[in-house]
């Protein structure tokens, strides 16, 4: 049983280091640039965004374990496929805090949303057809990194 989720739990910490690492370049960066930029009208208060990026960090760690534990003993080369692509879709995921907050390049950071929805929606397509209930966990981060271009459009055409 313990062996069994070995996986989840390594998917998880691996899943939330990256949150951790992508809060701390949030975190060094937001006090002075990021408040002095005009914003949208319904952008967040600057509390929302942790919750809400750990809630959907943990989300998508269950949608690929799911379909990586469904799969692996059946299609092992396509589970380790799907990790693969599920890890470099977190590696662009993290990158937009270094774009964005590190190196104020509003617009590259747009461009990097706008890779990483089409990695969530490529990696929602494989979940469907192995485990539906993985593909409705990743539903919220789609929806949010969508509102997440919107904030980031904002900020690129208001500033």
Same mark, same amino acid.
Not at 7 to 21: E, K, V
Not at 29 to 55: C, G, M, Q, R
Not at 91 to 107: A, R, V
């Given at each position: 049983?313990?062996?069994?989720?070995?996986?989840?739990?390594?998917?998880?910490?691996?899943? *939330?280091?990256?949150?951790?690492?992508?809060?701390?370049?949030?975190?060094?960066?937001?006090?002075?640039?990021?408040?002095?930029?005009?914003?949208?009208?319904?952008? $967040? @208060? &600057?509390?929302?965004?942790? @919750?809400?990026?750990?809630?959907? /960090?943990? *989300?998508?760690?269950?949608?690929?374990?799911?379909? /990586? &534990?469904?799969?692996?003993?059946?299609? $092992?080369?396509?589970?380790?496929?799907?990790?693969?692509?599920?890890?470099?879709?977190?590696?662009?995921?993290?990158?937009? @805090?270094?774009?964005?907050?590190?190196?104020?390049?509003?617009?590259?950071?747009?461009?990097?949303?706008?890779?990483?929805?089409?990695?969530?929606? /490529?990696?929602?397509?494989? /979940?469907?057809?192995?485990?539906?209930?993985?593909?409705?966990?990743?539903? @919220?981060?789609?929806?949010?990194?969508?509102?997440?271009?919107? *904030?980031?459009?904002?900020?690129?055409?208001?500033?």
């Amino acid at each position: 049983m313990i062996k069994r989720y070995r996986s989840l739990f390594i998917i998880i910490f691996i899943t *939330l280091c990256c949150s951790y690492a992508s809060g701390l370049v949030t975190r060094n960066n937001t006090e002075i640039w990021y408040t002095s930029l005009v914003k949208s009208s319904i952008s $967040p @208060p &600057d509390w929302v965004f942790a @919750p809400v990026w750990i809630t959907l /960090y943990v *989300l998508m760690s269950f949608a690929v374990w799911g379909v /990586y &534990d469904k799969i692996k003993y059946i299609k $092992p080369e396509k589970a380790n496929h799907i990790i693969k692509l599920y890890y470099s879709h977190l590696l662009i995921n993290i990158s937009w @805090p270094i774009i964005f907050f590190e190196f104020q390049l509003i617009s590259l950071g747009l461009l990097n949303i706008i890779v990483l929805l089409f990695f969530i929606f /490529y990696l929602m397509k494989l /979940y469907i057809k192995v485990l539906f209930r993985s593909f409705i966990l990743m539903v @919220p981060y789609f929806l949010w990194v969508c509102f997440a271009g919107y *904030l980031n459009f904002e900020i690129f055409r208001l500033n």
